[in-house]
């Protein structure tokens, strides 16, 4: 997945070398992405299964420029 230019973004947690294998693979084509590098949270403990950096990572916002007057 990292690897195709359809996908927008990917988030990995898992194993140190799993992580820097994401992110070596991302690089081609500049892919956003959110790796744990061995770090496994807990998620039953909604405090580090959810939250303001996991709504951060998920949502991208956009500006649209509207022009006005002459």
């Known amino acids: 997945l990292t690897e195709h230019d359809e996908v927008a973004a990917l988030w990995y947690f898992g194993s140190k070398e799993g992580s820097g ?4 693979a991302s690089a081609g084509n500049l892919k956003a992405t959110w790796v744990s590098n061995g770090r496994l949270p807990n998620w039953s403990n909604t405090h580090e299964a959810q939250g303001r950096d996991y709504l951060r990572r998920a ?4 500006n649209i420029w509207v022009p006005y007057g002459a």
Request: aromatic share 0%.
């Open 21 to 24: 294998m994401v992110e070596k």
């Open 59 to 62: 949502t991208q916002v956009k």
